[in-house]
């Protein structure tokens, strides 16, 4: 039994593109501009957790939740193609969402951690769900969750998604700093790379999907299952 380290990476790399941590950093500071920095760096990683928690949760019970609606998975990899294809498109021709260079913050004598936790459940939504962990983040988990073909690989996959969310957590932690630094420019071309790979995925979940429906359509050395 071996693990499939390219699919590990191939599919850390997709969660990351499709969750778009830098291009979502501006969403992040318009909602908690009013914080101080302390809670929202406790925000960030309690954000982080909770988009790995609603993941994970996709990634094993995405089938049984299809089956329930007699969806198939190649109508799946079809459907969702082309929904994270939109989102690709989206991230190509986006427009910053914040544009304010000085955030205000309050100060409290309540832990920021407790304020962290205060404020997160505001945050879940929209935040966690459905801005990062949304229909497409939710498509993606759930079309890489049908291909590991071992048990290893499936653990190997979950830890690859505990690294997305782990980055996830590390820009919003960094999210001032990278704000100061990046600007909206920066921000826009970061976004737009990752734009740019969450089409080339989407076409090849396209491809998957057209491939199993209609048998020998597509050149097998161009469908990787």
């Known amino acids: 039994m071996s693990i499939d380290f390219p699919l590990i990476l191939n599919f850390f790399i997709a969660v990351v593109a499709i969750l778009n941590p830098i ?13 101080s920095t302390d809670v929202q ?24 939740f299809l089956s329930l609606f007699g969806i198939s998975i190649p109508a ?32 409290s004598s309540v832990s920021a951690f407790k304020q962290a936790t205060e404020r997160l459940s505001s945050l879940i939504v929209p ?39 782990a980055v996830i957590g590390l820009v919003l932690y960094l999210s001032r700093w990278l704000f100061r630094i990046l600007k909206n420019n920066g921000m826009q071309i ?7 790979i969450l089409c080339a995925i989407a076409v090849q979940f396209v491809v998957q999907g057209i491939a199993q429906l209609i048998p020998g359509l597509i050149d097998p050395a161009y469908v990787h299952s």
Request: proline fraction near 5%; charged fraction near 10%; charge should be positive.
């Open 41 to 64: 760096k406790n925000i960030a990683k309690l954000l982080a957790l909770s988009i790995f928690i609603i993941c994970t949760f996709f990634f094993f019970i995405g089938q049984p």
């Open 127 to 165: 935040l966690a769900m459905p801005i990062f962990a949304g229909p497409g983040a939710i498509a993606t988990v759930i079309l890489y969750a049908q291909k590991p073909n071992n048990f290893l690989t499936m653990i190997g996959m979950v830890f690859a998604l505990a690294a997305a969310c």
């Open 76 to 107: 799946f990899r079809i459907a969702g193609g082309i929904l994270i294809m939109t989102i690709g498109f989206r991230m190509l021709h986006g427009k910053p969402k914040f544009e304010n260079e000085g955030l205000e913050t309050n100060v």
């Open 23 to 35: 291009g979502n950093v501006p969403i992040f500071l318009e909602h908690v501009n009013q914080d």
């Open 190 to 196: 970061v976004s737009r790379t990752m734009g740019l």
